[in-house]
């Protein structure tokens, strides 16, 4: 089936640790996005990816770095520099045009 | 800047009766338009589109949504709330795959 998936469904961090997230699709879709939902907020762009080897700053880029080695991966992570990392972070891919995306079932993470 | 108003933060219907969700745009050119809706600690699923076709756009689980660009609006409606309608619904514009704006989430309660 095809789809886009997020590991690992919850995560704990220390305070001053890094963390990887996973986001992996097998849609052949060009374009991966990270979001952050925080209650009230709604969703909020982290860094999105038109291509492989490109990626670009969302609204809130600052403490989080991503990469785009193969088109089917866009793995976040959130460094000690975000100060307040706990929330649920929404992986999503799209084709490159302005269709729907498609989301993964997300990442909640806890800083303790 | 463009912006997407979700007009009620909370709205709270009986099972059986309808549901109206509402939601305002802010582009002044043709928009795409899309409601996603979200379980608890679930990614966003989405119900319909709207990408300047039938201004009346059926979705799923008997949900429609009707685009009216005198008004700037996209509401979203069903005509008999049932009890797994209960979720936060998103109203989103996409203007380009770098230019997706979430609205601020409704969350749905349904009485039995």
């Known amino acids: 089936d095809g789809g886009i998936t997020q590991s690992p469904k919850y995560l704990f961090r220390k305070e001053g640790q890094n963390v990887t997230l996973s986001c992996e699709q097998n849609?052949?879709?060009?374009?991966m996005y990270w979001y952050r939902q925080d209650p009230g907020q709604g969703l909020r762009l982290i860094y999105y990816?038109?291509?492989?080897?490109?990626?670009q700053k969302g609204d809130i880029a600052e403490g989080y770095s991503v990469s785009r080695e193969k088109k089917e991966s866009f793995p976040l992570t959130v460094t000690s520099a975000q100060k307040n990392p706990t929330a649920f972070y929404l992986c999503?891919?799209?084709?490159?045009?302005?269709?729907?995306?498609?989301f993964g079932q997300g990442t909640r993470l806890t800083v303790v | 800047a463009q912006s997407v108003t979700q007009l009620d933060s909370h709205v709270s219907v009986s099972e059986g009766t309808p549901v109206l969700l509402r939601c305002n745009y802010s582009?002044?050119?043709?928009?795409?338009l899309f409601w996603y809706v979200q379980h608890p600690n679930k990614g966003l699923q989405l119900l319909l589109k709207?990408?300047?076709?039938?201004?009346l756009v059926k979705g799923i689980n008997g949900f429609e949504a009707e685009f009216k660009k005198s008004e700037t609006s996209f509401h979203l409606t069903k005509p008999s709330a049932h009890m797994s309608d209960a979720a936060e619904y998103f109203c989103?514009?996409?203007?380009?795959?770098?230019?997706?704006?979430f609205g601020t989430g409704t969350k749905l309660q349904v009485i039995p």
């Open positions: 989103v514009e996409a203007g380009g795959y770098q230019k997706v704006t």
């Open positions: 999503a891919s799209s084709n490159n045009r302005n269709t729907e995306a498609f």
């Open positions: 709207y990408t300047s076709a039938a201004t």
């Open positions: 582009s002044s050119y043709s928009p795409s």
């Open positions: 990816s038109q291509i492989v080897n490109d990626f």
């Open positions: 849609l052949n879709h060009d374009a």
